[in-house]
């Protein structure tokens, strides 16, 4: 097994886990952005603080949690991972975090399911 399989049969739950805490459920009773915020540090630690994915989720994690603060700093540190095409998307999050609004998914109204590809937003 190369060590990319390895790496996300370890730390990708984590990632999935990240993202569902701080942002996709609609009721805010389910969110737990404290975890989030837990994983979402864990797998960048894991990665080395060196995919835009993972520091933008943990970002949002941050956004969540009413830290935004560090949701900035770490949006920051994501737009300077992201590849170019990225970098609306990312000066976006920025804004959004400085004025203190964190990141939700924007589900889609007739199915009450989130959208399968989001614009910028990690594969998982």
Request: proline share 8%; charged share 30%.
């Amino acid at each position: 097994m190369n060590a990319y399989l390895r790496n996300m049969r370890t730390i990708g739950p984590l990632f999935v886990d990240a993202r569902w805490c701080s942002r996709a459920p609609r009721d805010a009773s389910i969110r737990n952005a404290s975890r989030a915020v837990e994983y979402a540090t864990r797998v960048c630690e894991h990665e080395q603080w060196t995919d835009w994915r993972s520091v933008s989720v943990l970002a949002a994690a941050h956004a969540e949690n009413g830290d935004f603060q560090n949701a900035v700093k770490y949006a920051k540190l994501a737009g300077d991972l992201a590849p170019p095409e990225q970098a609306e998307e990312r000066k976006r999050r920025i804004d959004q975090y400085e004025r203190g609004e964190p990141y939700r998914i924007r589900y889609d109204q007739p199915t009450g399911r989130p959208p399968s590809n989001l614009p910028g937003e990690p594969e998982v």
